[in-house]
């Protein structure tokens, strides 16, 4: 829940135990389970009370969504990760031979960028080198 494995909760439980003692600890874990469970329900009590008063043109609204890493997230980088996610073929040459467009006349495109098919580099080979594009 919160990041938390067996090793963390078990030193915790144990702390508890010393802190509490065996006698007072059954009582503060059910007074510390009463009181999560009421911040809870304030909680989802305040989300619903936001969704209720926003109205209809909000009603996918997620007050997660308002968290800086989640709204960059939905808003800036889910292009990039459609584009992570995609498979990628670099042997497959969707485009025309240089000079020239798919309906037959020739294109303005120079030389340096026009479209070739990439071959994977042998060991120890060097890969083409475009001193104009550095």
Do not use: C
């Not at 007072?24 to 009370?49: I, T």
């Not at 006349?105 to 070739?116: I, K, N, R």
């Amino acid at each position: 829940m919160f990041g938390l494995g067996w090793p963390e909760i078990l030193a915790l439980v144990v702390i508890a135990l010393l802190v509490f003692g065996p006698e007072k600890l059954p009582q503060a874990a059910q007074q510390a389970g009463r009181m999560l469970r009421q911040v809870r329900q304030m909680a989802n009590n305040a989300r619903n009370d936001l969704q209720d008063n926003l109205g209809p043109e909000f009603a996918n609204f997620d007050p997660t969504d308002l968290h800086p890493k989640n709204f960059v997230r939905k808003h800036l980088l889910s292009d990039i990760e459609e584009e992570w996610q995609r498979p990628v073929n670099p042997t497959v040459v969707t485009a025309s031979p240089a000079g020239s467009s798919p309906d037959g006349a020739s294109s303005s495109v120079a030389e340096p960028f026009a479209a070739t098919a990439t071959a994977e580099l042998a060991y120890g080979e060097i890969p083409p080198y475009d001193s104009e594009a550095t």
